[in-house]
């Protein structure tokens, strides 16, 4: 049996993710995770998550006063998957 913590395990030497990105992947806990869907982005985002973020939008629209991307940031860099290739 696994601790549910493991990730905040202060040894790093047992910490979950000290062997290797697989390590995390092969949980129990990840069971059933299209890693590979999630990686070239085939996966659809779940309907939950883009109703709750559609929520907040509109409950919080008049707090929103900054744009909702950032032009400072270089568009290939945030579209670049070699981040997740690590992981």
Known sequence: MYKPLQLLEVDESSRLGSLGPDSIKNHP???GIDWKGIRDRSLPVPREITSRVAQHLESHSVE???PLTSQSQDLDDLNALEWLDDW
């Open 64 to 66: 929103c006063t900054a």
């Open 29 to 31: 806990w990840f069971d």
